[in-house]
């Protein structure tokens, strides 16, 4: 398991949307603007977590996206492998006696296993409390608000 840029952009939005979801879906224009991601780029990321089953769409008006699990059944090492594809190496240990075969490969197949450990036991759940997090929902908040004093909803015509 490697951390990419796409598995750390991919994380970043899914934190957005864990904090948000309970306000209904988020769309990717509100994650774009906040997180200052690409919505391009988040299309392709959130095409990849909707295939893995992380997130699911809703359409129509105040569609967007929401977690298709509890923020508590998903790891970060779920995220990860959902927009890298790489192959789970979560059951690869090797001792430190195969070390000394100066076998570099099996050193790297090492860390990655326990890389993979380490970040499937972390859930989504464990960030949202985290001082500075809060700030992702008032930067939503904000921008919600601004897009609305753009594109006010129409007036009632009834």
């Given at each position: 398991m490697k951390l990419s840029t796409k598995g750390r952009y991919a994380v970043t939005a899914m934190l957005d949307l864990a904090i948000n979801d309970r306000k209904g879906p988020v769309t990717l224009t509100g994650i774009s603007l906040t997180q200052s991601i690409s919505l391009s780029y988040l299309e392709q990321l959130f095409a990849k977590l909707r295939h893995s089953g992380l997130v699911e769409g809703v359409r129509g008006p105040g569609g967007g996206y929401r977690l298709a699990k509890r923020p508590e059944k998903i790891s970060i090492a779920d995220i990860i492998l959902a927009v890298d594809e790489q192959e789970d190496l979560g059951n690869q240990v090797v001792t430190s006696d195969e070390y000394v075969t100066g076998d570099v490969s099996r050193l790297w197949s090492e860390l990655s296993g326990r890389l993979f450990e380490f970040l499937d036991a972390m859930t989504l759940d464990q960030f949202i409390p985290q001082p500075g997090?809060?700030?992702?929902?008032?930067?939503?908040?904000?921008?919600?608000?601004?897009?609305?004093?753009?594109?006010?909803?129409?007036?009632?015509l009834s």
């Open positions: 997090i809060k700030d992702l929902t008032s930067q939503q908040d904000d921008e919600a608000r601004r897009m609305n004093f753009m594109m006010p909803p129409p007036a009632d």
